[in-house]
């Protein structure tokens, strides 16, 4: 007790004494300014505010963007605002000294009363449909593993999926017999409709399951979800999106994409704190669907996929001030901004000699993630040299087995990327397309 300094112990022992560990403070303190920085704009249309740098200025003044560096990897786990921050630690702060009995709290009070039908309000369902899990893989693996299927039923997939949701598949083919069929959809597509002609070829009588990446992460390809999913309902089968990559990015609601089951984190364009998900089935499904963790007997509908043992569950309590700010800003705004900053970097590289994008920028194909190619440059070797010359942060894309025609850098700006930025990142790429790298 000694250690803790007197101020903390008190604030805990006021805490305490109001009957509530953990008082929900749900309006943060910069969601007031970011509220009146929209509502200063409401007549604005997303197109023309995305062009609007002293707005997003703005928005960044919420975040702690290290100085003197350029984040360009956005896409792979998002920082998150600075009130998001001060939120976890609170909680942190009031949970860890009695997490007996604090953590349940915080996990009634914040994360089922005000997380959850956040949530079910983002994805246009309702709240008892959705369920707070860990991460995205841990969402869909729960479905690609957890559907009853027979040996001999077929899973329609692609070589451009998620790693880990293709690994859960390959398991499940050598324990259960199941078939992939497997797209592999050409780098870049022509059109949407190209991709959704992919898949459904692939349909057929036995097609039980389709994994739809929304988009994928490795071109930032779009999938025309919701024609995918109608073609297989008319075979018969059930149709699962990875979110991850679009979720609080794309304004859609999962009624609109017309999937049977969906899973996002919510660590990536929700910028919640690492460690949130989502999984969405509809209520009938749960009962049919196996858990990855048996969970306790007794647990109904969604409730039977959040049992995952012990796990800080106050960490998912964050998520309600990212919410709180999404809700503000709002999709459609985040993804024009999204759209115009990556048409801003791709339009300065395009066309030096070598440079290939893997997707097309017509909206429908793309927002913000591109991957880009530079002619017979390493990659890993491009990163690394942006990072120790440029203090420029990319993803390197290449060395996959099952995709190993991708060989480029992901760049993922993030809506409060500056245009100075992305020249510094555009000047640094044109020195090494054209010079090598030193
Ligand atoms: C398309 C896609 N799906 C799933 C995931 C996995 O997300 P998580 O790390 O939250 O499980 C990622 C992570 O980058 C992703 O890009």
Avoid at 89 to 100: L, N
Avoid at 249 to 256: I, K, N, Q, R
Wanted: aromatic share 6%; proline share 7%.
């Amino acid at each position: 007790m000694s250690s803790v300094p007197r101020r903390h112990f008190l604030a805990q022992l006021g805490a305490g004494a109001a009957g509530l560990a953990v008082a929900p403070r749900l309006i943060a303190a910069q969601l007031p300014t970011i509220e009146a920085l929209v509502a200063g704009r409401a007549q604005v249309a997303p197109e023309r505010l995305a062009e609007d740098e002293a707005f997003w200025a703005e928005v960044r003044r919420g975040f702690d963007v290290p100085e003197g560096v350029v984040n360009l990897d956005h896409g792979n786990i998002s920082p998150v605002a600075r009130d998001v921050i001060e939120d976890l630690v609170r909680h942190v702060r009031a949970t860890q000294p009695f997490p007996a009995k604090r953590m349940n709290e915080l996990h009634r009070e914040v994360d089922a009363a005000v997380v959850r039908p956040g949530l079910a309000r983002l994805l246009g369902v309702p709240a008892d449909e959705v369920a707070l899990v860990r991460n995205a893989t841990e969402a869909l693996d729960t479905v690609l593993l957890g559907v009853p299927l027979r040996a001999g039923d077929e899973i329609v997939c692609s070589a451009h999926d998620y790693f880990a949701m293709l690994d859960a598949l390959e398991q499940r083919r050598a324990r259960e017999g199941v078939v992939l069929r497997v797209v592999r959809p050409p780098v870049p597509l022509p059109s949407v409709d190209a991709l959704a002609a992919l898949y459904e070829r692939e349909l057929g009588p036995k097609t039980r399951l389709v994994l739809v990446t929304h988009p994928s992460n490795l071109t930032g390809q779009l999938a025309p979800v919701r024609r995918i999913a109608d073609a297989a309902h008319r075979v018969g089968a059930e149709v699962v999106v990875d979110g991850a990559q679009s979720m609080a990015l794309l304004p859609y609601t999962l009624p609109e994409l017309g999937c049977d089951y969906f899973g996002a984190s919510l660590h990536k364009w929700l910028a919640a704190p690492v460690g949130g998900g989502v999984l969405w089935m509809r209520k009938e499904s749960a009962e049919k669907v196996w858990p990855l963790v048996p969970p306790p007997k007794g647990a109904k509908g969604l409730d039977r996929f959040t049992w995952g043992g012990t796990h800080p569950r106050h960490v998912q309590a964050a998520a309600a001030p990212a919410l709180a700010l999404h809700e503000q800003l709002g999709a459609a705004r985040k993804a024009a901004r999204m759209r115009y900053l990556t048409s801003y970097w791709r339009s300065r590289v395009e066309r030096l000699p070598g440079v290939r994008l893997y997707t097309t920028a017509a909206p429908e194909a793309s927002c913000g993630l591109a991957t880009v190619e530079l002619g017979a440059l390493d990659p890993k070797a491009v990163k690394q040299a942006l990072w120790e010359q440029d203090r420029i942060f990319v993803q390197s894309m290449t060395g996959y087995d099952r995709s190993p025609e991708i060989r480029g850098i992901r760049v993922t700006p993030n809506v409060y990327t500056s245009l100075a930025e992305l020249d510094r990142f555009a000047g640094a790429l044109i020195r090494l397309v054209r010079h090598g790298i030193g």
